[in-house]
């Protein structure tokens, strides 16, 4: 599908040492239906042959719409890493996708549909399913919300699962390149605390997100608990500059759920 506005989506992919699974994670987006296309790779110092992927991958599938640039980020973590594919970026909207997951052939070509028959809003969500390593998939339970309060009970928007204007950028800033663990929750929360019109598509999941022990997200609150402290501290900082008020108080609750529920977790 070509859209007649010519409107470009630029898809973000972050990798690290990613070479079992990145092929294919990459062949799903190539083999999107929508066009014109950018795809954005930036490899965070591999160390497996994942940047020897990405540069063959380039060289086989790029075409007149789908455009390809595969870069180098070489400060550690998934924040920069996208930050750097983020200022490389041209597209009209902006998604960040991750290097182990797959997306499904008509998924660019739905939310397309959503945002056209929405009068192009600030941000679009989807769901999405887990896949486990013996095969079996699970859709993950969603809150369909726009409020930020939501965020923090439920990450409510993880990385892979918005879509948004890349003016949206100019209010929010850029990933926080310090944070390691709940990058997502902290960019979500922000996005949610500056967006305009955020709609939901509620049918069928978008793509699944591969659920391994090597993934960030698979590490134990136990193992990661110092950054994940660090992100609560951040979100707590974004906080107390708010107006006081219902929504704040309502807000800084939510951010007390979040934090006894990883208390609840962690074995030192």
């Known amino acids: 599908m070509e859209n007649n506005g010519n409107l470009l989506i630029s898809v973000i992919v972050p990798v690290f040492n990613r070479q079992a699974s990145l092929y294919n994670s990459l062949a799903s987006l190539s083999g999107q239906t929508f066009r014109p296309l950018e795809l954005i790779i930036v490899d965070n110092d591999s160390t497996d042959g994942s940047l020897e992927i990405c540069d063959e991958f380039k060289e086989s599938n790029q075409d007149k719409n789908l455009s390809i640039q595969v870069l180098s980020e070489h400060k550690c973590g998934a924040n920069a890493a996208r930050n750097k594919g983020l200022k490389a970026a041209s597209g009209d909207y902006l998604y960040f996708f991750d290097s182990d997951d ?78 390691m663990r709940w990058q997502d929750l902290e960019f979500g929360f922000r996005l949610l605390l500056n967006v305009d019109k955020l709609i939901w598509i509620k049918g069928e999941p978008l793509y699944e997100v591969n659920v391994h022990p090597d993934s960030i997200s698979g590490k134990s609150y136990s193992e990661d608990h110092e950054m994940l402290y660090t992100t609560i501290q951040k979100i707590q900082g974004i906080i107390d500059k708010l107006q006081p008020g219902e929504s704040a108080d309502r807000i800084q609750r939510a951010l007390c759920f979040r934090l006894c529920s990883m208390a609840s977790q962690i074995k030192l």
Do not use: M
């Open 102 to 179: 797959t997306l499904f052939p008509k998924s660019i070509e739905t939310i397309y549909c959503h945002l056209f028959k929405n009068h192009f809003p600030d941000a679009i969500a989807f769901p999405f399913n887990l896949r486990f390593p013996n095969g079996k998939t699970s859709r993950r339970p969603h809150r369909y919300s726009a409020d930020p309060a939501s965020q923090l009970f439920d990450t409510v928007l993880p990385t892979h699962g918005v879509l948004f204007k890349r003016t949206l950028i100019e209010k929010i800033g850029l990933w926080d390149k310090n944070l």
